[in-house]
């Protein structure tokens, strides 16, 4: 199992993902907002890249939809959440379908198109990836959403984590990018020592978000593996 | 000071390097071998994109030029030279003109030219490199050729050992990855422990140019800074 990593949204190649397993990350925030979300019982996630789609998605069963998602990391004027995934609990969630746009997240999904699957990660499912993964067999590409188009930390130390649990149990065949983020989560495996030097870790915490920050950071919290498909993102 | 850092030939985008000081990076070998070439008398050296183009200059004046480069770090047919820097000796090169192609290092100096400056760096003359970039006091952008346009680890370390430098006597900027390029420096000062997990290191390992490592991964043993302009490379 060979086993890449892109950096950023901006920097996703077709040739590099066609016919691969990708998982899409984005801690801080939308890939864990997915999840969680997906944990505490929503019917399905869908990702769209301007704040008039959702809005015009929503609208046509306002009862049914929740908009959730963030620019600048806040609110949307006239949505129902931020990108906190602290927000999306079971009582509000649960039945519901939710439509969501991120500045990095969603660009990062739906530029994974060509990708045989398109899994969503975090550190709060990481264990429950890599086991997928194992299952499915297949060359992954582990695509960080980044921060408007460069390379961020905090996902990167995610996917060093996802594949220091591959190599426990796998043969992998790592490419030098691979092999930085193996090394970078190793050498800081309580994530925090490391992803302090994030510039967007820091966005956040001027935010006061710190409770975020906790919960994002989190490993393996979470079982479920959502999975990207026609548009929708539901877990089996 | 701003320094940001791109992985691969393959990632520069116009946008990142305009009105930047560029530092162009690839250790194993090109950028080697030009600072190595200018530093014993080359007088300058023409980096084009392809073999033929590269027979067509040299053609024009053969006593005057010299042919060097590689394709699959190997020599190339008709070629003088192939891509180590240990064949570019004083006797050899002194007061010609070296025409070179290579997979890698031609691509990321041609890829920047937008930039306001294009120095070609590697660790040989990385202390050189970082006294011009104070000097120059412009923001930075380390181009990493990479290897056939993926992140390559030896470049990446050089970088790391770049950004240390300057970190030394100026209040730089960091972006994410500039952070981690300093990361894993700072963690391998002696640059085998991490370089030996390259592919491209292990490449030209297994070529038999142990010799070429050793000399590629040496520290500041030669002072010169070439620099690319109109199509050229020349030191002061």
């Known amino acids: 199992m060979k086993v890449d990593v892109i950096i950023s949204a901006d920097d996703i190649k077709e040739e590099k993902i066609k016919g691969k397993s990708v998982v899409v ?8 907002v997915i999840v969680t979300a997906i944990n505490n019982g929503c019917k399905k996630v869908i990702p769209v890249v301007s704040v008039d789609e959702a809005k015009e998605i929503a609208h046509r069963d306002r009862g049914m939809h929740l908009l959730g998602g963030e620019r600048r990391a806040v609110k949307i004027e006239g949505f129902d959440f931020s990108n906190s995934p602290l927000e999306y609990k079971p009582n509000i969630v649960n039945g519901k379908i939710l439509v969501m746009t991120t500045t990095n997240g969603t660009k990062a999904i739906k530029g994974s198109t060509a990708a045989k699957n398109i899994i969503i990660g975090a550190m709060v499912n990481a264990k429950a990836v890599a ?10 590409v582990i695509v960080n959403a980044g921060t408007y188009g460069e390379f961020s930390i905090d996902d990167f130390i995610c996917t060093g984590y996802i594949l220091s649990l ?3 149990s796998a043969n992998i065949e790592l490419t030098d990018i ?9 050498q800081n495996k309580d994530i925090t020592s490391f ?3 994030a510039n967007h870790y820091n966005v956040i915490k001027d935010l006061g978000l710190f409770e975020d920050l906790k919960y994002c950071t989190s490993k393996d919290i979470i ?6 498909k026609d548009g929708e993102i539901t877990a089996d």
């Open 223 to 228: 079982n479920v593996v959502p999975e990207y």
């Open 131 to 140: 086991k997928r993964l194992l299952e499915i067999n297949n060359d992954v």
């Open 166 to 168: 591959l190599k426990e």
């Open 25 to 32: 990350i984005d801690i801080l925030r939308a890939t864990s």
């Open 178 to 186: 691979s092999t930085t983020a193996l090394y970078i989560y190793e």
């Open 195 to 197: 992803i302090k030097y």
